[in-house]
């Protein structure tokens, strides 16, 4: 599986950007998707996932209530909507599939086999 993520860029604090992970090959409804994210200088840090079984959801806390991810298998597409914006949310984004994953372990860093390539969100105050 190769992972492509867009749509990241600049954005005032408040504001809102929309993420997007688009997956190759016809299996992706099979995976446990997930987003990721890396500031400079910091551990990565799980943000979101989505179960591959019954897309349900699982989110840090530090996001929740502000950030939303959903899937469209058909288009074989993750996505991280992100309002209400911080300049703690600037970091560098990444999306991670796990093969049938399971939901305990949805924010586990080390079980998603596959990432994409990350796009910078950068959140000004």
């Known amino acids: 599986v190769q992972l492509q993520a867009s749509g990241g860029g600049l954005v005032q604090a408040g504001g809102s950007l929309r993420l997007s992970c688009t997956a190759s090959?016809?299996?992706?409804?099979?995976?446990?998707m997930a987003w990721f994210r890396q500031a400079p200088g910091k551990e990565r840090e799980f943000v979101a996932a989505?179960?591959?079984?019954?897309?349900?959801?699982h989110y840090a806390d530090s996001v929740k209530g502000r950030f939303t991810i959903s899937r469209d298998d058909a288009k074989n597409t993750v996505y991280l909507q992100m309002n209400s914006l911080k300049p703690e949310d600037t970091a560098v984004y990444y999306c991670?599939?796990?093969?049938?994953?399971?939901?305990?372990?949805?924010?586990?860093?080390?079980?998603?086999?596959?990432w994409g390539q990350g796009t910078q969100v950068t959140v000004s105050s």
């Open positions: 090959g016809r299996t992706f409804s099979s995976y446990t």
């Open positions: 991670a599939a796990d093969f049938r994953g399971a939901r305990w372990t949805m924010a586990v860093t080390s079980v998603y086999d596959y």
């Open positions: 989505i179960s591959w079984s019954d897309s349900s959801t």
